[in-house]
């Protein structure tokens, strides 16, 4: 549903209680999750989102990506969404310009040839966290799509109990990506970050501070909850195709 009102237009999705995209009417921030992604680019190797390719796994109304391409205009963008519908009305109401394939995540990541820069992955929400991506196999097959010194951002949201749902993402993460990180939002959200390489919170901070001026506010907040992500992995096992009890923890999480 789209929903608007003085203030603002929204796109929700599955729920009312939560909102996917919005947009102010003003212009100004709304201190959701997505505005911080926009600094992300800055964590990938120094060059990489000068003309490199970035794959938005998750497109909703596309708010994570307008602001990234506002700050990152030469990054070219691939994203990717379940529902054509979806899309239509982010085009419609959203002004989403980027090319966007309709398809489950892992599939197309699993068919797909490219390699990209950034591929920033937001597939849970509202508690509903597909399974299938959430497990070391899908992590490994975003490995075989990111570019050597990309990086790559997860959206996580953990209703009532955040922790049973980060740190085991957080275990499969690691199991792949030798580098992660952690960093939380205003709203909420947990994004977890994740290197081909080992990555040192120290150079995570430096790169942040060369963002360009149009994500220079997103990369300040982002920096000052940045934390390593193995404490956050400790004690929790990874998640793997064969077993999962995301489903469970994310029905459990919603309801508190």
Do not use: C
């Amino acid at each position: 549903m789209v929903w608007r009102d003085a203030q603002a237009t929204s796109l929700l999705l599955n729920t009312t209680r939560v909102a996917q995209s919005v947009r102010w009417h003003d212009g100004r921030e709304t201190g959701s999750y997505w505005e911080l992604l926009s600094a992300v680019p800055a964590l990938a190797r120094p060059g990489q989102a000068e003309g490199g390719s970035a794959l938005y796994l998750g497109v909703a109304g596309g708010a994570a990506i307008s602001a990234t391409q506002a700050a990152w205009p030469a990054l070219r963008p691939q994203g990717v969404e379940i529902d054509p519908g979806v899309t239509a009305l982010a085009r419609a109401h959203f002004s989403l310009s980027i090319p966007v394939a309709h398809d489950d995540a892992r599939r197309f990541v699993a068919k797909d040839t490219g390699r990209y820069a950034v591929i920033m992955v937001d597939l849970y929400a509202t508690g509903q966290i597909p399974a299938h991506v959430a497990t070391v196999e899908f992590f490994e097959s975003l490995a075989r799509r990111l570019a050597p010194g990309g990086v790559v951002a997860m959206n996580v949201y953990g209703g009532g109990d955040p922790e049973s749902i980060v740190g085991p993402l957080a275990a499969s993460l690691g199991r792949v990506f030798p580098g992660l990180m952690a960093a939380r939002s205003a709203s909420g959200n947990t994004l977890l970050l994740a290197w081909g390489e080992p990555m040192a919170v120290a150079t995570a901070e430096a790169r942040l501070r060369a963002a360009p001026e149009a994500a220079r506010r997103a990369a300040l907040r982002l920096s000052r909850t940045l934390e390593e992500g193995a404490p956050l992995a400790a004690g929790h096992a990874p998640l793997t195709d064969e077993r999962s009890d995301m489903e469970i923890r994310a029905a459990r999480a919603l309801s508190r």
